[in-house]
């Protein structure tokens, strides 16, 4: 497929977005297209949007990838992050949901709030 001007402004774009993993103003700036222009693309060119979602995915994998190494290393607070977040399903987190059977569903939560101190 021959690229006209347009295409290879997206192609530029989708390059800066990688090199910025997926932070739009960096990338903006780096491709040297508007904001008004990027958004115009999303809206109107399906397979360019699922390419920037694409992106978005990628940032994602990246940014897990760098807790699983902390969680690794024993960084406490990136461990406390995961199981709060990834390990709900194994009672850890800040809510605790219970579920009972039978005819009708009946489901608990219960939030854990930190009391505040006198002195605030």
């Known amino acids: 497929m021959a690229h006209n001007g347009t295409e290879i402004a997206k192609d530029k774009m989708l390059n800066a977005l990688e090199k910025t993993l997926g932070i739009v103003t960096n990338a ?8 008004s222009t990027f958004y115009r693309w999303m809206r109107e060119d399906d397979d360019f949007n699922k390419k920037v979602q694409d992106m978005d995915n990628l940032a994602l994998d990246f940014a897990e ?7 690794k290393d024993g960084n406490p607070s990136s461990t406390q992050f995961l199981l709060k977040n990834k390990g709900r399903g194994r009672g850890y987190g800040d809510k605790l949901d219970i579920t009972t059977g039978g005819d009708k569903i009946n ?14």
Request: proline residues 3%; without cysteine; charged residues 40%.
């Open 28 to 35: 903006l700036k780096i491709a040297e297209v508007s904001r």
């Open 65 to 71: 990838s760098s807790l699983y190494k902390q969680v």
């Open 107 to 120: 489901k608990i939560e219960i939030e854990i709030v930190k009391p505040k101190d006198k002195n605030e």
